[in-house]
């Protein structure tokens, strides 16, 4: 997961897509899967601007990525 929003860039993915490819895991576990990284230093959570409301969206950290 921390490479695909790597992948992402500055913009970042909404809380939708790691959904949609985890879609495989049950809540608890897509949480701590989204948990660990955000914990860790290496995603920071960030408000994203859209048409209609503000998203929330995950965008890597560069100075921490192992």
Not at 31 to 58: D, H, I, W
């Amino acid at each position: 997961m921390l490479e695909a929003i790597h992948a992402a860039g500055t913009a970042g993915l909404t809380k939708s897509d790691p959904i949609r490819r985890t879609q495989f895991l049950d809540k608890r576990q897509r949480e701590e899967v989204m948990a660990s990284p955000v914990e860790a230093g290496f995603v920071a959570t960030v408000m994203r601007p859209s048409a209609t409301k503000p998203a929330l969206a995950y965008r890597a950290v560069e100075e921490k990525r192992p």
